[in-house]
């Protein structure tokens, strides 16, 4: 069964820097793709960034481009999201899916697994 861990979310000042890790419990074709979708208070999920397992390509959303770096450790089983030049904007709660390859990565109903996910908070 696979299982979506998250975690390194907090509360950091406008201009910070954080990164969040997903810990994924078997790499399979089934989780090939991984990504980092974002949902704050009364808006739509958005999709933050993704990187596949096999080849390493990374995707990412507009709003943070430049800012964001999705990356992978394959001996942790893990994705991680490291976050600079964080705005209050970036405020939301961080999931974290896996699906298979050749997805949609960039939308939500592309990926089977998710986590919990991991509050973030930028103060301004």
Do not use: H
């Not at 990164?19 to 980092?36: H, I, K, Q, R, Y």
């Amino acid at each position: 069964q696979v299982r979506l861990v998250e975690s390194g979310g907090g509360l950091v000042q406008t201009g910070g820097s954080l990164t969040l890790s997903c810990a994924v419990s078997v790499v399979t074709f089934t989780t090939d793709t991984m990504g980092w979708f974002r949902r704050a208070p009364g808006k739509e999920r958005e999709f933050v960034a993704a990187i596949e397992w096999s080849a390493g390509t990374t995707y990412y959303g507009d709003s943070v481009k430049g800012r964001f770096t999705i990356s992978r450790d394959s001996a942790k089983n893990t994705v991680f999201l490291q976050m600079n030049s964080l705005k209050p904007e970036d405020t939301a709660r961080y999931y974290c899916a896996a699906g298979s390859k050749y997805i949609t990565v960039t939308t939500s109903t592309s990926y089977v697994y998710w986590g919990q996910g991991t509050q973030v908070t930028v103060s301004s």
